[in-house]
């Protein structure tokens, strides 16, 4: 039983365009929603988290959209840069209780 | 962000001999590591808990002979491969989580292969 299922699988958006990548979860102990971006051959890097007590989280052109009611998250790249291409990963954990589970991940493409 | 370093970033070894990679955590104090595995174009597997001073908890399905986690303290993990064969080839990732606030680094990976 996949815990988050991450969507879509690859996506292409042009320069200056919006990425949007989704997840949906179905524990609801879960209280950490982090997104993670990994270039080839490198370690996943955390790019932002949220908590469930807010809707939305922003940081410089990435934002997280919570809908706890819906048991739903996503990942919003505003003006998206062909350095933005990499492989984004979401994740959910119980803060006090260890692990997280992954999405299987998203390859985002940004054309110039 | 808090930094994660490990150590070799690759390394190649010859089939049957055993392979040691280190996890730090640079700037903050780590109860809990993990280490995880990831095949190409696919998601983390997770291999393995370590919490300092204790054993490591192995997923389903991970053998935890071959597989050595040790977590000396609070800011090292070591994961060792022991009598690698070529299936053992993949890249290898370790993660510490950080308690206040809660968040969870990642290392850089090391690409292991095994001829």
């Known amino acids: 039983q996949q815990q988050v299922k991450q969507s879509p699988q690859s996506l292409i958006v042009q320069k200056g365009g919006i990425s949007i990548i989704n997840c949906a979860y179905e524990?609801?102990?879960?209280?950490?929603f982090p997104w993670y971006q990994q270039f080839p051959g490198k370690g996943p890097a955390l790019l932002i988290a949220?908590?469930?007590?807010?809707s939305e989280k922003k940081e410089g052109r990435f934002t997280i959209s919570f809908n706890k009611s819906a048991k739903q998250f996503s990942l919003h790249i505003m003006d998206s840069q062909p350095g933005d291409s990499a492989t984004y990963f979401c994740a959910a954990s119980k803060t006090n209780a260890g692990k997280s589970t992954f999405g299987d991940g998203t390859t985002l493409t940004v054309k110039p | 962000g808090a930094v994660v370093s490990q150590h070799p970033s690759w390394v190649i070894c010859k089939s049957g001999t055993s392979v040691k990679i280190e996890c730090r955590s640079l700037d903050f104090q780590a109860t809990t590591m993990f280490w995880y595995r990831q095949f190409p174009k696919q998601s983390l597997m997770l291999m393995a808990t370590?919490?300092?001073?204790?054993?490591?908890?192995?997923e389903q399905g991970v053998e935890k002979d071959k597989f050595l986690i040790n977590h000396a303290s609070l800011t090292l993990s070591t994961l060792t491969v022991t009598s690698a064969h070529p299936e053992d080839s993949s890249f290898y990732i370790c993660?510490?989580?950080?308690?206040?606030?809660?968040?969870?680094?990642f290392g850089p990976g090391t690409r292991l292969t095994v001829t």
């Open positions: 524990n609801t102990a879960f209280d950490y």
């Open positions: 949220i908590r469930p007590d807010v």
């Open positions: 993660s510490a989580k950080r308690d206040i606030p809660y968040e969870q680094y």
């Open positions: 370590s919490n300092e001073g204790s054993k490591a908890t192995y």
